[in-house]
């Protein structure tokens, strides 16, 4: 992903690309298509999100970012900030003084408090929940679109994306990007993705490890069913 932006960044994005991107799920037709100088549609392949549920730095840092950068409007109102606490192991001092931007009740869930009816007079339209966006695009599409923002004099906030033409929402990770190298970046929003994939479903880790033992079980299950009923066949036979 950091090499594609890069050469597009040296064409000159804003009079370069017309773009025509999708919001194909990362599982089906990637993250879309938008057509290079030379006026060539060129496939754009959706980059690996790093989810990782059992490393809780990132989790804590995505957190931290995504308070920091996206709960100023947008609302994650299927997630408390209490199981934030719980599950990312953040003491819940912690999580009072600098994770509750919105409200002073750790039960409470993360709420932008902002009139959505302002919110779609700025942007045009109120900014998603994002409590399930990452089940609802998927991850990969998720970090890949956070990733492909690019400088566009002609929209009202300077900005446009490769994965969804005419976004809305306007580039506000762009000072964290201009500060970072692009590995550092990449690996910011890697953070961020993968709490948003947390927030989506909290218990994905333990359904995968539970899931295996499962199948694990039933696949040594499996041997002594057979041969109980090879045993009460034999005489049949």
Not at 6 to 15: F, H, R
Not at 68 to 93: F, M, Q, T, W
Not at 158 to 180: I, K, R, S
Request: proline letters at 5%; aromatic letters at 10%; charged letters at 20%.
């Amino acid at each position: 992903m950091s090499t594609l932006m890069k050469s597009l960044a040296g064409l000159g994005l804003g009079a370069a690309l017309t773009l025509t991107a999708g919001t194909a799920m990362a599982s089906g037709s990637g993250c879309g298509t938008f057509t290079n100088a030379d006026g060539v549609d060129e496939h754009l392949a959706c980059s690996t999100a790093p989810i990782d549920f059992t490393n809780k730095g990132s989790l804590q840092n995505g957190a931290k970012i995504f308070m920091n950068y996206c709960a100023g409007c947008h609302s994650a109102k299927y997630v408390r900030h209490s199981r934030i606490a719980k599950d990312l192991e953040i003491p819940p001092e912690l999580v009072e003084k600098y994770l509750m931007v919105t409200t002073d009740q750790i039960g409470d869930h993360i709420t932008a408090e902002i009139d959505p009816e302002i919110q779609a007079s700025w942007f045009g339209a109120a900014p998603p929940d994002l409590s399930l966006e990452t089940r609802l695009r998927g991850d990969d599409w998720v970090y890949t679109y956070l990733l492909s923002f690019y400088e566009d004099p002609s929209r009202p906030w300077g900005a446009n994306n490769l994965v969804l033409a005419n976004a809305a929402m306007p580039h506000v990770l762009h000072n964290m990007q201009e500060e970072l190298s692009q590995e550092e970046f990449e690996s910011e929003v890697g953070d961020l993705v993968n709490f948003m994939a947390w927030m989506g479903e909290p218990a994905r880790h333990d359904r995968q490890v539970i899931g295996f033992f499962v199948i694990l079980f039933l696949l040594v299950l499996l041997i002594p069913v057979y041969l109980l009923n090879k045993e009460f066949w034999k005489d049949v036979k």
